[in-house]
């Protein structure tokens, strides 16, 4: 599975006292990806590092119960079970004809008495061929030339509910399906698949067949809606996980930032035909919850037109919108795409994954991490500690002066705030601390503590320059915020004097604030002040 590529023009947090890809630089906020844009050219995007956002996933035991739970699965599970044992079976490893019907009865799509329908056949044979493409059953010949099929040696764990035989098994399956749904879809309407199989031999590598060229066009098209589908239900909350067809479609066609043009809409229509058929395929194996497109909309003159579900003058209501297709992946199909994932090389990460050690590997992990939802790591660490130990231990990893170490103050005040008043003696024992202090004495102030000491002068400039550092860091440069910030900074009205005190500052980022304050401020004066104090402060070193 290939990973998606999305170019953001973030802006780097400027030249720091060590060279770090910040997290800021690479636009974690981008609902729908990202690429590290640091120092990055047009010619490097196919070098780009391809960024997953973390997602929740249940135990693996509740995993494998899903996944046991998936009809399709489960009726490959009972087949196996069935050929018990032994089963003939013709010479391709099939259900006999005679078998046919009782293992559409066995599944419960046939009426135990009267007449089977074929339909019921197909699908039970349909199970047996992904029992068989498992190896929940085996295939041989005995020694009398008889077609048999035995339970494989995975079908009792699997029975049982091993978490690890399931889900590998169930993966499996899985990736059967996404390439079957691929194939089928790349067929010609009016080609038999022999002819396909045809055009697939003709001789030449300097033509490929329109089989080919489907195959890869409808792979590349199922790739990137699997993945959009992933990244969105990373961030949805809890409930808002169902994504409609039409916006699922806009997104893989229309360009960010961009509204869909008419010409646009007829390629929404196109791409939500197109993958209609792959999803419902996907939704047999529990991947996916899929609704699809109504069929009834192809009858009308024109077919399925998506205007009010994707963008329109009027809107369509709910029910109606719902006719053009819904789609929500399962946490079965977020666990099957990130194994695709990982598979490929690509870092697709946990939440929590980075809360799993002490304070300093956690505020360490944060801040060096490209694709991390910090406050979900904070609160994952956070959660079950005790509040006074958990506070001295995130105040101690919090110290440094290395490029990292204004925002893991940052993070670690983040931490503390999910700790709560609680935390106050930790707190309160850092107040003369150079890095600290500062931080220390705004936290105690805004949970209302009593006797908050002011800090000295030193101190509370250090801080502002710390605490601006953090924000510079971590908001790569956004200059909208970064502007909304620098309005807070306690100028006075004496620029001069206020930045005077301030390029004198002895923090790793001063320069840096100064500069960021003279480029942003909308104040001519205060902005010129701050540049001829960021020349003075570069001066010193």
Wanted: with cysteine.
């Amino acid at each position: 599975m290939a990973g998606r590529r999305r170019k953001n023009a973030g802006a780097s947090a400027g030249e720091g006292p060590a060279e770090a890809v910040l997290p800021a630089d690479l636009e974690l906020q981008d609902l729908y990806g990202a690429f590290a844009a640091h120092g990055l050219d047009d010619e490097d995007l196919d070098d780009a590092a391809v960024l997953v956002p973390p997602v929740k996933l249940p135990a693996e035991r509740e995993l494998a119960e899903q996944a046991k739970a998936v009809p399709m699965f489960g009726y490959a599970l009972a087949l196996a079970r069935w050929a018990a044992p032994h089963r003939a079976v013709d010479e391709f490893g099939d259900l006999t004809v005679p078998d046919r019907a009782p293992a559409a009865r066995l599944l419960g799509l046939a009426p135990a008495e009267g007449e089977v329908p074929e339909e019921a056949e197909i699908e039970a044979m349909r199970a047996w061929s992904l029992a068989c493409d498992l190896d929940l059953v085996e295939l041989g010949t005995t020694a009398a030339g008889e077609h048999v099929a035995v339970p494989g040696p995975d079908l009792e764990p699997a029975e049982e509910g091993d978490p690890d035989t399931v889900l590998e098994l169930w993966l499996t399956a899985a990736g059967i399906v996404r390439e079957l749904a691929v194939e089928a879809d790349s067929l010609p309407e009016e080609e038999s698949a022999e002819a396909a199989e045809a055009a697939e031999a003709e001789e030449g590598e300097d033509e490929l067949s329109e089989v080919e060229e489907a195959r890869d066009a409808a792979d590349e098209l199922l790739d990137e809606a699997l993945q959009v589908l992933y990244e969105t239900t990373a961030f949805a909350e809890p409930g808002n996980e169902t994504v409609p067809l039409g916006v699922l479609a806009a997104l893989l066609v229309v360009p960010e930032g961009e509204e869909p043009s008419e010409e646009l809409l007829g390629d929404i229509t196109d791409v939500m035909v197109t993958l209609d058929p792959m999803l419902g395929d996907l939704a047999e194996l529990g991947l996916l919850d899929y609704r699809p497109i109504d069929p009834e909309l192809f009858d009308e003159e024109e077919g399925p037109e998506p205007e009010g579900a994707v963008v329109g003058e009027a809107p369509l209501d709910e029910e109606e919108s719902a006719r053009f297709g819904l789609v929500r992946l399962t946490p079965l199909g977020q666990y099957g795409i990130r194994q695709w994932l990982l598979e490929d090389g690509y870092d697709a990460p946990l939440v929590g994954e980075l809360a799993q050690g002490d304070a300093a590997e956690l505020l360490r992990g944060v801040c060096e991490s490209a694709n991390v939802l910090p406050d979900e790591e904070l609160r994952v660490w956070t959660a079950g500690r005790e509040p006074v130990a958990a506070a001295r231990e995130l105040l101690a990893a919090a110290r440094g002066s290395d490029a990292y170490a204004p925002l893991r103050r940052m993070l670690c005040v983040s931490a503390l705030n999910m700790l709560g008043a609680p935390a106050e003696p930790a707190v309160r024992e850092v107040l003369d601390d150079p890095e600290l202090g500062g931080g220390a004495r705004a936290w105690l102030t805004a949970v209302g503590a009593a006797d908050v000491p002011a800090p000295e002068r030193v101190m509370a400039l250090w801080t502002v320059v710390d605490t601006f550092a953090a924000q510079l860091l971590d908001s790569g440069g956004d200059a909208e915020l970064l502007r909304e910030l620098i309005t807070d900074l306690p100028v006075t009205g004496d620029p001069a004097s206020y930045f005077g005190e301030l390029w004198r500052v002895d923090h790793p980022y001063t320069a840096d604030v100064l500069e960021a304050i003279g480029e942003l401020h909308t104040d001519r004066t205060v902005a010129k002040e701050a540049r001829k104090a960021a020349f003075k402060a570069r001066s010193k070193k």
